[in-house]
Nanobody
């Protein structure tokens, strides 16, 4: 599956953004999906994940209550709604697909990656 992330930008603290990840080549419904992020000088970290059906979601402690992951399988699209953004949310955000069933917070378990979209939050 090919993934294309979009929706990043430069915002101020407290603002909101919605990222999108469009899938092509295969049906998105075949994959557990995740959002990861990587800040300069830091390792890539798990942000949120969602099961194939969309019924279950998982979040990093740092974003729980502020970010919402969702998917519209009929549109082959994954979303990440980000609210109350903080400067520490500044990073490149990546969407990723995992064919095996089950949650994973490890980037090494994901099969396909989007190219990333930059999110910059100023104070």
């Amino acid at each position: 599956v090919q993934l294309q992330a979009s929706g990043g930008g430069m915002v101020q603290a407290g603002d909101s953004l919605r990222l999108a990840c469009a899938a092509s080549g295969r049906f998105l419904s075949a994959y557990f999906m995740g959002w990861f992020r990587q800040a300069p000088g830091k390792e890539r970290e798990f942000v949120a994940g969602i099961t194939k059906s969309g019924h279950l979601t998982y979040y990093a402690d740092s974003v729980r209550g502020r970010f919402t992951i969702s998917r519209v399988n009929a549109e082959n699209t994954l979303y990440l709604q980000m609210m109350s953004l903080k400067p520490e949310d500044t990073a490149i955000y990546y969407c990723a697909a995992k064919s095996r069933t089950g949650i994973s917070r490890s980037s090494s378990n994901y099969d396909s990656w989007g190219q990333g979209t930059q999110v910059t939050v100023s104070s």
